[in-house]
């Protein structure tokens, strides 16, 4: 499925913003990356592992090629949302499906302003490093099903 965007020859990555702002976010969350892998070094792994296996792909297809497929509305979100939920529940267990529909809504929202894909791919890492850092231990105490 993650690779259906290569297959589909009308389908193009939409061209970067060059703002002001665009850098300062890119700056800014580049800097939080590295802050949190300077505080705990041993993630660094499961950095390149998240950013490689889950934030390239499923952004390159769930944001990048899917959403732009079925438009720029609030649908379109909401549908490639319960989707993005629906890949993790399969490979994840449903907790976890549960817990990234509302992030998925956040990406598919910041995607529809910005076009950014690789903004998308850098948020989505950090989104898992965040939760790996700070949040699996606490939500494996009330989700003991969450792989």
Known sequence: MLFLPLLDRGW??????RSRAHYLIWAALLVAGLVLLAWRPSAMPFAVSTLLMAAIPEEWFFRG???????NGLKANVIASVLFCLMHGLTRGWTAAALVFAPSLLYGWLYQRTR????????????????????????????????
């Open 116 to 147: 950014d894909l690789p903004l998308l791919v850098l948020v989505h890492a950090l989104s898992n490093l965040v939760y790996i850092l700070f949040l699996a231990g606490m939500v494996a105490t009330w989700a003991p099903d969450l792989r």
């Open 65 to 71: 090629y899917f959403m732009t497929r079925l438009g």
């Open 12 to 17: 193009r990555v939409p061209a970067l913003p």
